[in-house]
């Protein structure tokens, strides 16, 4: 999404994510602030706010129970979602001002060097807190599972953090060479003082392009979401069987506590995450998606719908700290 997904912005050039609508649309007309991305720049920066609060105040709220804590076992579940919200923080203050800002000045001010390094960050602080999620989901999907071996082994949780930070930045490298800025002719065939941060000029075929943000498409969405829905359904199903064995056992061998409630709130809370992931980004991949077969969609869907469906993806990291906050009272 960071690099590839945006196409309101390929037309008033704020994201630049895809250049195809400047590589064919070069000559139109140089792109204005309008008042849906003043509105966008604003609620951007709303969630900012909001995002950065809960973050940060849950963050600290989860390193004072986990020096309160002395049992790994509780500790382990809290290491995980602390790195989630460190995620969600770095994506609340990488993501959202720069688009906020970017929406207002329209064109690229920021010079060669940080349209590299703040576009390798925009995709980075993307990855990060998708793959805690995945994280979260495969520890939760082992700990019920395979009880035994995730009791047994405690490296496992911190090599699939390790795992999930080193993929964020190796899978978001490539921005640091196809990203650069350029200068957009303007509707006489002049080249102007329009400046823009983007992947024009950088593929030689535009089926390379293409690829590249399937890739990263794949790598960003549709993988982690698979492993979350594998997972759970994983879960699901022993959960299913466990408490079906216990139906049957005599009545005083019966065990109320089978699933226990502190196991079954995380549980919980693992399915809530990954639903939430899916509910807030699905809809804008899907327009990305759509983009790609269909780019006259472009012009076809309004501004404010594209706008409408960037920001509903911010609410990703505002919200997962509340959910933590529910299922911790």
Not at 93 to 121: H, R
Request: aromatic share 14%; glycine share 4%.
């Amino acid at each position: 999404m960071a690099s590839v997904f945006n196409p309101e912005q390929d037309k008033n050039c704020c994201w630049a994510a895809n250049s195809s609508f400047l590589q064919t649309q070069g000559h139109a007309a140089l792109p204005t602030l309008t008042i849906s991305g003043k509105i966008r720049a604003t609620a951007t920066f709303f969630f900012l706010l909001v995002s950065a609060i809960l973050n940060t105040s849950f963050l600290l709220k989860l390193r004072r129970r986990m020096g309160q804590e002395q049992s790994k076992r509780s500790s382990r579940m809290k290491t995980l979602l602390k790195h989630l919200m460190l995620a969600n923080l770095l994506e609340t203050l990488v993501i959202m001002p720069l688009d906020g800002i970017w929406n207002l000045t329209v064109q690229w001010y920021a010079g060669e060097l940080l349209c590299k390094v703040l576009s390798f960050l925009k995709l980075f602080s993307m990855y990060a807190p998708a793959f805690m999620v995945v994280v979260i989901s495969l520890d939760r999907c082992l700990a019920i599972t395979r009880p035994l071996m995730a009791k047994s082994n405690s490296r496992i949780g911190r090599n699939m953090l390790g795992l999930a930070w080193g993929l964020s930045v190796l899978l978001a490298g490539p921005q640091l060479f196809i990203f650069k800025m350029y200068y957009v002719a303007d509707s006489s065939g002049k080249v102007s003082t329009f400046s823009q941060c983007a992947t024009h000029g950088s593929f030689p075929e535009e089926w390379q392009q293409t690829l590249y943000n399937l890739f990263t498409f794949l790598c960003l969405f549709i993988i982690p979401l698979l492993i979350m829905l594998v997972c759970n359904f994983k879960i699901l199903l022993t959960m299913t069987q466990a408490l079906h064995q216990d139906r049957h056992k005599p009545a005083l061998k019966q065990s109320k506590n089978n699933i226990p409630q502190a196991r079954l709130k995380t549980l919980k809370m693992t399915v809530a995450f990954a639903t939430l992931f899916m509910v807030c980004w699905a809809p804008y991949y899907v327009l990305g998606i759509w983009y790609w077969f269909d780019p006259e969609l472009v012009d076809r869907v309004s501004e404010p719908a594209n706008h409408f469906f960037f920001l509903f993806g911010l609410l990703n990291p505002c919200i997962d700290p509340l959910i933590y906050g529910y299922f911790s009272m």
